[in-house]
Structure formats: structure tokens, C-alpha cells
């Protein structure tokens, strides 16, 4: 196990030459962080993870068993990434054509969750607080506070920032039943309602 002063990795991962990894991060067996990765405070990699060069992940990312990450994708603070989930980095790969400078850039926003074997075609951006069910194929763009489940995913209701469904009355307004924080929906998008 190799322990630095600011982030532990157990001894069988690998962190190439070239990235910086945050304080408090969590890098476990067999995942492999290659060159130019940027890595935020205490983020936590399960075992079998791969994040290609030049990825960028925010504060507290948990990136769940077996993921991978590839060029091009940015994840904001808080992120989720389910087990065996993966981005693709090319609409149209083929094994004969080099395509390296058609990596499309993807971001997710800022406390979304992506469920386990969900696939995010690259070039679609995932909106903050958005959730990904198990197994979506994520084609098209993602709104803020968005549930989307299926291949192709489809738009399926509203989620809170604790993750619970939100249940929108005649105005409006929905009250999560964890937080009891209130979000409003109007013109099909969410907002969280700040109290003043």
C-alpha cells in the first residue's frame, strides 16, 4: 500500500507520471490513473477502474468497481459514477481509423449520480443533480434535477438533491421528503427554491 501525505493508493493501482491527486483521495486495487489526470479532494476509486489521460474529476467523486473514464470527460464536485458504468470518448470508433482528435469532451454537473451499467455516449452532458438509472444509454443531453432510465434513456420525472423523486403540485412546487427543501418546476426545468 503506498500512503503520501495526501492521498492513499493501494499497492497493486497505478498512477502515471503527471497527475495530481487531492488530498484525502482513495485509490484502490487494480485501477489505473493515467498521465495528466486531474484529481480532486477526497475522491474514492473502487478496484478495476481506469481514467484515461487528461481526465478532470471535482471534490468527492466516488467512482464505484470496474468504470471507465475516458478523454475528454469532466465530472464536477460530488459526482457518483455506479459500478461498470462507462463513457464513451468517439461517436463512430473503428480499429483502423485514429480518431484521437475527435475525442468529444462530455461534462457532468455538480452532484449527479450515474447508475450502475449505465453507458454516457460522449458529447452529452449530464446536468447537475440529473440521475442516471441502471443501465440508461444516455444519447442526448441531460437537464439539472432529470430522471432518465432506458436505452435510448428517456426523460422520466424530477429528482432532489437527496435523491428522492419530486412530486410536483398544481403550482408547481415540490418539497423533498428527506431535505424539505422546495424546487420549483416551470418551462420543463427545475430549480431549487432558496429561502430567504
Known sequence: MTTT??????????????CEIGKG????HFTH???GCKVGENCNFGQNVVVSPGVVLGRNVKVQNNVSIYTGVIC????????????????????AVNRKAEYAKTIVGRGASIGANA??????????????GAGAVVTKEVPAYALVVGNPARHVGWMSEYGHRLKFDDNG???????????????NRVQKLIEK
Open 5 to 18: 501525505n495526501d492521498y492513499f493508493a493501494h499497492e497493486t493501482a497505478v498512477i502515471d507520471d503527471g
Open 25 to 28: 483521495t482513495k485509490i484502490w
Open 33 to 35: 490513473i493515467m498521465s
Open 76 to 95: 464536477e464536485d460530488d459526482v457518483f459514477l455506479g459500478p461498470s458504468m462507462v463513457f464513451t470518448n468517439v461517436i463512430n470508433p473503428r480499429s
Open 119 to 132: 453507458t454516457i455516449v460522449c458529447g452529452n452532458d449530464i446536468g447537475e443533480f440529473a440521475f442516471i
Open 173 to 187: 412546487i415540490a418539497i423533498c421528503p428527506e431535505s424539505g427543501e422546495k424546487y420549483q418546476l416551470e418551462n
